[in-house]
Every structure is written in C-alpha cells, then in structure tokens.
C-alpha cells in the first residue's frame, strides 16, 4: 500500500494571520500529502503532542508575530525530549535574513520566507522526508 | 535517540503514545503487520464502547465530539478519537481539519485523550478503510471509550454501524422536511438524535420531525431512541448526551444486544476478508493480463460483461483445479 507523507501545519503563537500557512496546506494536499491544520495560536507543547498523535512525517511552523526565534527552537527542544527528533521541523513567515542562521543551527531544516514558491516546499519535503 | 519505524510493538504495548501512532499509521500502510498483532493480543480486545458520529458536513460533528471527549475524560474514562475527513479524488492528498475544532483540553492537554486524523483515502462509506483496524488498537491500548467521527455524510454513509456499538447521528435546524427525514439510510441508523445548533431557529421543528418519525418506526429492542438538543461550541446538552451515552451502553450489555451487534460485526467483517482474499487470489491465479484483454473485448463490444465474467469464472475454476491436481 502506497504510504502517504503526512504533515502538520501549525501556527504557534499570537498572530491571526494563517493565509500562508493554508496556501502551504493546500499546495502540500494538492501534491498528494495528508495535511493536518492545528488552528491558530496553539502552543509549542500543543503542537508536540499533535505531531506525535498524528505521527507526521513533518511539522511545518507559521510566524508572523516576530516571535519565531522563541517558538520555532522550543518546538523542536520539545520533540527531541520526546523522543521524536526525526519529525523534520520547517518553518516560514516574516523572518529576517539575519535569523536564519540561529534557526537552522537549533534543528530546524529550513526557513521558507514571502515569496517562495509552494513548489519549493513540496520538493523540499519530498527529498527531506524519508519513510 | 528516537524509535525505529518499525518497532511499535513493544512500546505499544508499555502505553506509549508515540507507538500507538505508529502502529494506527502501520493500519494504514501495511496491515498485514497489525492483524497479525492484533492476533497475538486478541486478550486485549472487545473491553471499549465504541460510539460513531455522523451526520451532514458543517452540523458540527467535531466540535461536539471535542465537548464529548472532554466530558467523559472528567467523569474518568480514557477516550480515543478517529476523525476521518475525505481524500480527494484526483491527487489522494487530504486537508484534516477535524483536530482544529477541538477545545483545548482535546488539544494535548488532556493525557487521557488520544486524537487521531485519518484521510478515507478513497472509502465511499464515510470511514477509511484503516479504521477498523485503527478502532482495534485503541481499544487493545486499553482506552474506555473510542469516538469515531465520519466524514461530513448525505443520505447513504452507513459504514459506521459496522464498527460502533452506539451510533449518534446529528442533524441541524433547517436542512429539510419531514420527508426528508422519512427516508431510508442515515436516519435509520441512530441509536441517539442530536440536534446540534439548537439555539437557531427552527431547531424545535426538527427535534419534532425527528420525534415523529421515531413515534412511526416499531422499536424491537427495546431501546428508546433519544432526540438530544445541544449548542455544542458552548458546551450545552452535552453532559445530557454522555448520561444517553453510557445508558444506551449499559442497555447492549444487559438486554445481551451486544453481543448481537458484535457477532454482526464479526460477521461482516469475516465477508470482507474472504472477499478481498477471493479477489487477491483471482488476479494472481488469472492474472492481469486476461482482465485488460476482456475490458478490451467488452469496449469493442465482442463480449458482454455477463459472459465475461462466466469466462473469467471458468479459467479461474480450472486453473485452481489443475494446481490442486499436479
């Protein structure tokens, strides 16, 4: 039986703004993915326990508040504690240049900024996401 | 650090969460895997209630079984939920949304309450087919109660009762007459009514269409149907559903209906098996090549699916004879 990549889209934090992360979610399903969407404003522990509930493949974060270099790391922090620092962690939103580098040195995998493509990301999770 | 694909089982077997995914995701991927699983620990199973709940897309089926998973975990249950929304048709990518819909407690706070997302991947029945599967090893990993929440459904998604023991089928204000409520199917297959959003108008219209029916359909079990008025986003009606849950519970265990329902189940489930054995079989011993070669003959009208099914029917029945024979 063929396996399916699973993925979930999740927006920790304050900000409202989700039209990004149901772009990312639609573009991901129309590739043949399973995309779970959490909601806004869940927490870092909220999105954890998702993603392993739902054994993903993958964790896709969206942040618009400016709050990325907090939550993004914690996300990650709470699934190495929980055993589970093989779901590949993503993020995207406003982020400046200059915070990219910290963000991939605290494990996660790539930062996807305004402007790129949904097929960027696509590729991006095929090639990163063995099962 | 982290724990190899493949190796869930004993991990499952210890309560953790983690391994408990895996094995609902080995469901779906390869089942042989779990059934042969679950077979070695068939102890552990038929100790759940299991309860589905249908009704038409947007009625608010998440959003109550969000409530209801919160109000049993305060009254001391474990409970599993499997929401199951459709895979499309063109590329089999889904969007569940279903977990969005939860109150927080149902979010990941709750250690006691274990949510599940599954894609039908292609089942027309309103489940998927993993959920059979899924609902087992919920029930082996020792929760209470398993709520099972189909796909938004129309007339005709009766899946559901082959695999719940307590079937709660919603229904809003405004969405038909009473004919419409005559109709076979869906209707038909509740065990409890809920009239969700029941703070709109015409919500006492369909709680007393709903009544009436029920007042036309003879009841042998003796099990009283309930129609329930909830306003599920604020948490009203819904302590008034779990009492009719768990009553409509104790009533299958001692009217002996249970076991009823669970030898049906055992039943149908035994058909579907052979089933796709038989058809497994088919195209192993006559082989894909002979099927594309009458789909071709039917087209071009050489043939008629009747005949070429008779035809199929006898090289499979020679063949098996031969290969028993040599």
Redesign the interface.
């Known amino acids: 039986?063929?396996?399916?990549i699973?993925v979930l889209i999740a927006k920790p934090g304050l900000d409202g703004h989700d039209r990004g992360a149901k772009v990312i979610?639609?573009a991901?399903?129309?590739?043949?993915?399973?995309?779970?969407?959490?909601?806004l404003r869940?927490t870092p522990?909220?999105i954890?326990?998702?993603a392993?509930?739902?054994?993903v493949d993958a964790v896709g974060l969206s942040c618009l508040s400016g709050a990325h270099n907090h939550l993004f790391p914690r996300v990650v922090e709470l699934l190495r504690e929980?055993?589970?620092?093989?779901i590949v962690v993503i993020g995207g939103g406003v982020i400046p240049d200059a915070d990219i580098p910290g963000l991939k040195e605290a494990g996660v995998k790539e930062i996807f900024t305004p402007g790129t493509s949904t097929e960027d990301v696509v590729a991006f999770l095929k090639t990163h996401v063995g099962? | 650090?982290?724990?190899v694909?493949a190796d869930w089982q004993e991990g499952f077997l210890a309560g953790d969460?983690?391994a408990l995914?895996?094995a609902?995701?080995a469901a779906?991927?390869?089942?042989e895997v779990v059934h042969s699983f679950l077979q070695e620990h068939s102890g552990r199973l038929g100790r759940a209630h299991v309860v589905g709940i249908t009704g038409p897309p947007g009625a608010g089926k998440s959003t109550l079984t969000g409530q209801l998973a919160v109000t049993l975990v305060a009254r001391g249950y474990s409970v599993g939920l499997l929401l199951v929304d459709p895979?499309?048709p063109f590329?089999?990518?889904?969007?569940?949304?279903d977990?969005?819909?939860l109150p927080?407690l149902a979010?990941?706070?709750s250690s006691q309450i274990?949510?599940?997302?599954l894609?039908s991947?292609g089942s027309m029945g309103g489940l998927s087919r993993a959920t059979a599967d899924a609902i087992k090893l919920l029930d082996a990993f020792g929760k209470d109660i398993i709520i099972v929440e189909t796909v938004g459904t129309g007339q005709s998604e009766t899946d559901i009762i082959s695999v719940a023991d307590s079937v709660v089928v919603l229904a809003v204000p405004g969405l038909g007459d009473d004919i419409q409520a005559m109709k076979a199917g869906i209707l038909e297959i509740a065990d409890l009514f809920v009239v969700n959003k029941a703070d709109r108008d015409g919500a006492d219209k369909t709680e007393r269409e709903l009544l009436s029916m029920l007042k036309l359909q003879a009841s042998s079990s003796g099990w009283t149907i309930p129609v329930i008025k909830t306003v599920a986003i604020r948490n009203e009606g819904i302590a008034d559903l779990a009492d009719q849950l768990l009553a409509h519970y104790e009533f299958l265990q001692t009217s002996g209906l249970l076991l009823e329902v669970r030898t049906a189940r055992v039943k149908s489930e035994l058909n579907e098996l052979l089933q796709l054995r038989l058809t497994q079989e088919f195209q192993k011993v006559v082989g894909a090549a002979r099927y594309e070669e009458y789909t071709q003959q039917i087209v071009s009208g050489n043939i008629s699916p009747y005949e070429a099914v008779n035809q199929l029917w006898q090289e499979f029945v020679s063949e098996i004879k031969r290969s028993a024979s040599s």
Do not use: F, W
Request: aromatic letters at 2%; hydrophobic letters at 30%.
């Open positions: 039986m063929e396996k399916k699973r979610a639609r991901l399903r129309d590739a043949g993915m399973e995309v779970i969407y959490t909601g869940r522990e909220q954890v326990t998702a392993i509930q739902e054994d929980r055993q589970a620092d093989d099962r | 650090m982290s724990v694909k969460t983690r995914a895996r609902i995701s779906e991927n390869e089942p895979s499309s590329t089999g990518g889904a969007i569940l949304g977990r969005l819909r927080d979010q990941g706070s274990y949510v599940r997302s894609s991947r």
